[in-house]
Nanobody
């Protein structure tokens, strides 16, 4: 079955960087447009960034444009989010999923930006 596993989150201070990862299995990862989502307390999951199946096209929410870089390695069924110049408002649980949405969600990875 579909499995998505996010990792790499942690606590960092404002201005620092962090790289999170997503590994997918149970579906044809290289054929999917993939997205990173962020969920904050009291709010739903919002799309942060997306990347085409071939990795040649990326899109970003305005709130992270210029600070985050999404990438993927189809040989490893993996996707990454390099986050730089982190702000407290970047705090949340980060999830990955495909477009169209896959049948299940992973457990997410917590990113906390705080001094």
């Amino acid at each position: 079955q579909v499995q998505l596993v996010e990792s790499g989150g942690g606590w960092v201070q404002p201005g620092e960087s962090l790289r999170i990862s997503c590994v997918g299995s149970g579906f044809h990862f290289p054929g999917y447009f993939m997205r990173w989502y962020r969920q904050t307390p009291g709010q739903g999951r919002e799309v942060v960034a997306g990347i085409s199946a071939e990795g040649d096209r990326t899109v970003y929410d305005d709130s992270v444009k210029g600070r985050f870089i999404i990438s993927r390695d189809n040989a490893k069924n993996s996707m990454y989010l390099q986050m730089s110049s982190l702000k407290p408002e970047d705090t949340g649980v980060y999830y990955c999923n495909g477009a169209p949405l896959l049948d299940s969600w992973g457990q997410g990875t917590q990113v906390t930006v705080s001094s």
